[in-house]
Each structure stands twice: as C-alpha cells, then as structure tokens.
C-alpha cells in the first residue's frame, strides 16, 4: 500500500436498528481495508512506470491478439507481425488512456461520499479505506498517463491532430502529477450564469434533502463556507449524461448529503469497476501464463495485472456498499429513488453499443473515432494515402467481421455479470436492475448500419477540411 495518512482497523461500527444487516458489510470493509494496506501493488506500479521505456517492451505483445485496435478487421488480417504488435500496443495505450477520467473521478468521490459517511460516525474503516484508495489512484493514473504518452509518441509520431483522438478532456489537465493538487481544487464561480446555476442546483438539494434532515458532508460544507464549488470531470462514469456539467453538480450534493445516494454512488463505480475487469483480467491472465513458462513479460503487462490486483480491493468495496451497505440506512425518499435510478439508467448508455475497431469497447462508433482511424492508417505503422485509408475505413468499420463479434461475445458477459450483481438490489427498477438499455445495444447488424450512416457523413465531412 502507500501510506499517506495514519491507518487504524480498530473501530467499531455504529449501532443500527437491524445489527445483522450491519454486520456482513463492515466484517467485509475491514477484511478489505486490512489487506488492502499490507499488499504492495501500487509501489509495483510506481516502480514500473518509473523505469519503463518503450524500446524495452516494443518487441513482444503486450497481451493476448485479440486486445488489438482493430482486430478482427479485414485490415488487421492483411497486417504485418510488426503492424499487428504496434496495434496490440496501441490498444493498451488508448484504453489506459481513458482510465484516469474514472479513476479521477473516483478521487473526488471518494472525499465527497466519505465525508457523509464521517458525518454519521463509526464508519472509521471505511473512510480510511476511501482514503487509501485515493492515494493508490494518484500513482495508477500517473503511471498510465506516462506510459500511454510514451507508446503513442513512439508509434504514432506525434502524427495525429488533436480535433480527432478521442475526447477526454480531463486527461489534459493531468500535467501536475503527481502532486495532483488540481484533483482537490475548487474554482470560483466565474459569472452570473455560473452562480444562478450553482444557486439553483444547492436549493434543489437543500429543499429535497437538507429539509429531510439531511446534513451536507464536511467536504461539501467547506467548499460552501469558501463560496466555491468543485471541478467534478464530466468524462468517464458521467460521459453519456445529459447537461454534463449541471447534472454532475447535482449530483455531487445528492452524494455528498444523503447516506443513501452515498452508498448509491457505489452501484455506478461498481458498474466502472467491472467494465475495466471485463477487459483488464485477460491481461492478468496473460501476465501469469508469461511468470509461468518464465517468459519476458513487458513492463505494461505488469501494470495491468498490479492493477487488476489493486481495483479487486476497490471492486469488493463498492460491490459491498452497492449490495449491502445502504440497507442499513433509512429508507429512501421518492426524489432518493428517482435520482438513484435515473443515475443507473444514464449509465447504461455507456454500454450501449459495439465498437467495430475496438474489443471491449461499448459505445457506439461516431464521428469523431473515425476521424481517429483515418489519421492512424497514415501514420507510419501503416502509411497509407488519404484514399487508401479512406478505402480501409469502410470495410473496418462498415461490414460485418470477427472483431464485432468478439466485442459482441464480451458485451453478453458483461450484461450477465451485472445482472447477476444487482439482481437483489431492492430499489432499482426493473429496466436498471436487468440492464435492458444496456442489452438493446447487443446487435451487430444495427452497429454496422449505423457505422455506415456515421461513415458516409464523415467521407463528406473530409471534402471541407
């Protein structure tokens, strides 16, 4: 573990109506919490990271084939083995690329949920565990900022223009690592708009809330006694919301008042946490197949399986509070449950779809990720002519072939798994506790005549650049 604070197991939970709903939850957060501080991981990944180069590790895969940007594709089958290792590369890349927005995210919401469950007291493990979690999240979002910038500047030669990689906005004010102070930084409200906004949002939260009884945690409190409020990043977990911005904030004083919503917030990072396993594990797997036969195994091999190892702490803590913990709250109010689950019904639209250049990934191809692809076939590792990359583009993305269905296989797992998990979750509504917007997403046909459309805008798009 790394320690930042000084760590005690030795409280005892509250008292609650029902000590047998109470029990399962804190045995399991302190079990966690222990071994969580005597493991090592996150000094592994720190040492990696720090020593990692990637003329070191630019010779072998990384993982399996199969996690390759466009795998499956009829353009991966024509690849050369050295274009074949530069994709597999590059998919580790991109998809660490994406991972810091949720696990900066998770940062702040780990201050802003522990400091409700401070306020109720004896939750002493728990928000010590947050805390660690916190910390360990700073050297994982650090070691694969570094390594992601270092394999695209090597493979792709800085050759991409910055209007068509993919938006994560965040991950550009991730310069001050590893002090990270901007994680914990609150800005000023700017103007009228801002403040009408703010203002509208905090008395939503006060009427609903507050005059229930509810009572803001510390960290809430002393951003308002600063008249400031917090930068919550609007990628990640929260990419696919409607009014990012003012959906965000308001949620972050829901989650940041109500132990219920508190505990709530957990059913979304859990959701997070399994999409990033559903893709992570094979690199864990492929990690002990190489330890086994006593291969080399590359440096970022090691930071996926230290970080596979890591995340099973934080997903049994959130697999805890999401199944368990918020049972022995109050029962929820109606503005709880509609918030709760229209929070879980945003999310979905995470996994709404299949990606037909990416494995694993579950959003719907657009515009912008064909942009992408079409300044990556005439970067070097391919090197073709806008038209040859215009011509590949099409039967990557727009005909049917073995990477859909790849993605389409991971996306039923993935549809089981969390359907198992929230099966006896009382509160969620039938659509989120089957995950049905999630599953209207499994259709290959569907992806590819809406790839299709996106293709044809994005072939006319290029006459006005």
């Known amino acids: 573990m790394v320690k930042n604070t000084e760590l005690s197991c030795t409280i005892n939970p509250p008292s609650f109506k029902n000590e047998r709903l109470a029990q399962k939850p804190f045995k ?4 966690i919490f222990q071994n969580n501080t005597n493991s090592n991981y996150t000094e592994r990944i720190h040492e990696l990271e720090k020593n990692f180069v990637y003329s070191s590790n630019s010779d072998s895969y990384w993982s399996e084939p199969e996690q390759s940007i466009l795998y499956g594709t009829p353009l991966y089958e024509a690849a050369s083995s050295s274009q074949k290792i ?24 780990n201050q802003i949920t522990g400091s409700v469950f401070s306020n109720l007291g004896g939750f002493g493990t728990l928000c010590q565990e947050l805390e660690l979690e916190t910390s360990q999240e700073h050297y994982h979002i650090h070691a694969f900022q570094r390594i992601s910038r270092l394999t695209k500047k090597a493979l792709l030669c800085n050759k991409l223009k910055q209007s068509y990689l993919p938006k994560i906005k965040f991950n550009d004010r991730l310069k001050s690592l590893p002090n990270l102070n901007f994680l914990t930084e609150s800005l000023k409200i700017p103007d009228f708009l801002e403040r009408s906004s703010y203002s509208t949002l905090r008395f939503i939260n006060r009427f609903m809330l507050e005059s229930q009884g509810q009572k803001p945690g510390k960290y809430l409190q002393e951003l308002e006694n600063k008249n400031e409020f917090i930068q919550v990043p609007t990628d990640g977990i929260f990419s696919k919301f409607p009014f990012r911005r003012q959906t965000v904030q308001l949620l972050t004083f829901n989650f940041g008042t109500s132990p219920f919503l508190a505990s709530h917030y957990y059913a979304l ?11 992570e594990y094979n690199y864990a797997k492929y990690f002990r197949t190489l330890e086994k036969n006593a291969e080399f195994i590359p440096a970022p091999t090691s930071v996926s399986y230290f970080h596979f190892l890591d995340e099973s702490f934080h997903t049994t803590i959130s697999k805890t509070i999401a199944q368990d913990l918020y049972k022995v709250f109050s029962k929820p109010t109606a503005y709880e449950l509609t918030i709760a689950n229209m929070t879980l019904y945003l999310m979905q639209l995470n996994l709404k779809g299949l990606s037909g250049a990416i494995p694993y990934r579950f959003i719907q191809d657009d515009l912008s990720f064909m942009g992408f692809f079409y300044q990556l076939l005439q970067t070097p590792i391919f090197d073709l002519s806008a038209s040859e990359a215009l011509y590949w583009l099409e039967k990557c993305f727009c ?11 991971h996306h039923q797992r993935l549809l089981s798994n969390l359907c198992q998990t929230f099966v006896d979750v009382e509160y969620f509504w039938p659509i989120n506790r089957e995950m049905r917007l999630m599953a209207s997403g499994d259709n290959i046909g569907k992806s590819v005549q809406s790839n299709i459309k996106t293709f044809k805008r994005f072939s006319q798009s290029l006459a006005y650049l």
């Open 28 to 31: 399991v957060m302190e079990n």
């Open 86 to 109: 530069a994709l597999n590369h590059l998919y580790w890349a991109i998809q660490y690329s994406k991972v810091p927005a949720d696990e900066a995210t998770t940062i702040i919401f």
């Open 269 to 279: 990072r859990l959701i997070a946490n399994m999409m990033l396993k559903n893709w």
């Open 399 to 409: 005909q049917e072939h073995e990477g859909f269905h790849l993605t389409f296989n």
